[in-house]
């Protein structure tokens, strides 16, 4: 396969590119499938987006709207994240997972995109999958 094809799924988690997995491979009932806490991932991202994705705790689940994402005045009532995060959908086999991306290069203080951290994230971005490509090649 060519690079672009090779690496069109390929995302950025701390420094490192992974290809896609699933979010949850550890499920051995329904019980075990909540966490005692809400937990956060760790964020990711393609060339447009920031993502990261929370797993909520049965008590939260239970509260929350099942046919639809959430606006931000819902979600912040159960947990916290920097600015700019929307709620863009669930990982449909696990429902309590929400999933949320922010556009590249937003400022975690104001949720505003700063055109000048956005060009560094994406030049840093294509840097990475270049990278990548070439090394797996």
């Known amino acids: 396969p060519d690079c672009n094809e090779k690496c069109s799924k390929v995302y950025k988690v701390s ?3 992974l290809l ?3 979010i949850n491979t550890q499920k051995k009932n329904m019980d075990d499938k909540f966490p005692h806490e809400i937990l956060y991932s ?21 509260c ?10 819902e979600w912040r ?30 400022d975690p203080d104001t949720g505003k995109v700063d055109p000048e951290l956005e060009r560094a994230a994406k030049a840093r971005y294509a840097q990475e999958v270049q990278q990548y490509c070439y090394a797996s090649t």
């Open 15 to 17: 420094n490192k590119l």
């Open 20 to 22: 896609s997995t699933p």
């Open 42 to 62: 760790q964020k990711y991202n393609d060339a447009q987006y920031e993502f990261r994705h929370v797993v909520l705790t049965r008590e939260v689940f239970m």
């Open 64 to 73: 929350i709207p099942k046919s639809r994402v959430l606006m931000e005045d």
């Open 77 to 106: 009532q159960y947990f916290t994240m920097s600015k700019g995060w929307e709620n863009y959908a669930r990982h449909q086999p696990e429902p309590h997972i929400l999933l949320f991306r922010r556009p590249l290069g937003t």
